[in-house]
Every structure is written in structure tokens, then in C-alpha cells.
């Protein structure tokens, strides 16, 4: 029962932060965001394709790999954004043969994540500001359920913006679906 008055209450709040945002920048509400950085869980998880098939005493490990997001930001208000978008990763396996004296890399397949996060900015300035956040992620692919695709939580301790009213820079520390370690990149509002 207490689910259900939380979401009513949720949607019933909603309209506030939408007229709310009307006031806050009506031209500047939307962004684009492009960022670049390091692997997300679903492809450090990732298994080798053909372990099957490597001959006894091989081993192999996941590598970090590169990881892009393209994103579409919605200010609600100065302090509240929604965020969603596609996370592009690969995993980069390392390989070790007994026969083979070096190891060698191949690549995994490529993962798309779809994903939806909320950002509450602690610190705002017009041209700067600090926020935390957190959002999930959905990939096709089966991580921690047996036969489903499981959500993968994306938490953000700590991202920045910094920027002018149109163009800005983006960077933020974090765990989960979108990377392990961190993204950084630039974005565009209109």
C-alpha cells in the first residue's frame, strides 16, 4: 500500500517541477551529451566468447575497455535533471595461450545499454555546477539473472559541469551501467 501512495505522490509532484522549469530557462531546458570513458559493469562482466575452444592451460581476463554515451538531459528545474540515453561499449579480452610466449587481445561483442538516470545538483552556479546522481541501466544481454536481463544500477558520488549558456564540459566519477571509474565529454543545450 505504501508503494502505491508514494507513486501517486510522485506523479502529483510532477507538474510542479515541470512549471518550475518553464521559470528557470525556457529556451535551455534540453542537452545533448556526448562522453567517452572507461567500461561499464556489463562488459567488465562479460565472458569470453570462446573459452570453449581454447586449448587446456589457457587463460584469459577483461580488460578495461573504452565506453561513449550519447544522452539527452532535461532540466526540470536548477537543481533536478533526468537524463537517458544509449551506452556503447566492447569488452578487450586478454589472452594466454601455452604455446604462445606473449598474450594477445581480442574483442568482445559490442553491448548497447539503455539507460535512465536522475542528477540532484548540490552546487549550482549559472556556469557551474556539482551534482550527484543515480540510474539504472538495461542491457539485452543476461548479467545476473538466469535467463532475463537484470537492471544495472549506475550510482555518481560526484559529476561536474562546467560551461556557458549553450556549450558545456562534463565530467563524473562513477560505478555501475554506464562505467567503472568515469566519463567525461561535452554537451549542447537548446
Not at 528557470?24 to 562482466?45: A, N, W, Y
Not at 562479460?46 to 578495461?64: A, C, H, I, V, W
Not at 551506452?87 to 559490442?110: M, Q, V, W
Not at 539485452?140 to 532475463?148: C, E, G, N, Q, T
Request: net charge positive.
Amino acid at each position: 500500500m505504501n508503494r502505491k501512495v508514494l507513486i501517486m505522490a510522485l506523479l502529483l509532484v510532477l507538474p510542479v517541477f515541470a512549471a518550475r522549469a518553464q521559470e528557470f530557462d525556457p529556451e535551455h531546458r534540453f542537452g545533448i551529451e556526448v562522453r567517452g570513458g572507461f567500461s561499464p559493469l556489463q562488459t567488465i562482466m562479460e565472458k569470453y566468447k570462446d573459452r570453449e575452444e581454447l586449448p587446456e592451460g589457457s587463460s584469459y581476463r577483461n580488460l578495461t575497455g573504452p565506453a561513449a554515451t550519447v544522452s539527452v538531459n532535461y532540466e526540470m528545474n536548477e537543481r533536478v535533471s533526468l537524463q537517458g540515453g544509449l551506452n556503447f561499449s566492447r569488452a578487450i579480452f586478454e589472452i594466454s595461450k601455452p604455446e604462445d610466449p606473449y598474450p594477445f587481445t581480442d574483442k568482445g561483442t559490442l553491448t548497447l545499454t539503455a539507460v535512465l538516470s536522475v542528477r540532484y545538483a548540490w552546487m549550482y552556479r549559472p556556469h557551474f555546477k556539482l551534482y550527484s546522481g543515480i540510474g539504472v541501466g538495461m542491457t539485452p544481454k543476461v548479467m545476473l539473472a538466469s535467463f532475463f536481463p537484470s537492471p544495472i544500477p549506475n550510482i555518481t558520488p560526484l559529476g561536474m559541469t562546467v560551461g556557458f549558456n549553450k556549450f558545456y564540459f562534463n565530467a563524473e566519477f562513477c560505478a555501475g551501467g554506464i562505467s567503472v571509474g568515469g566519463l567525461a565529454g561535452v554537451g549542447i543545450k537548446f
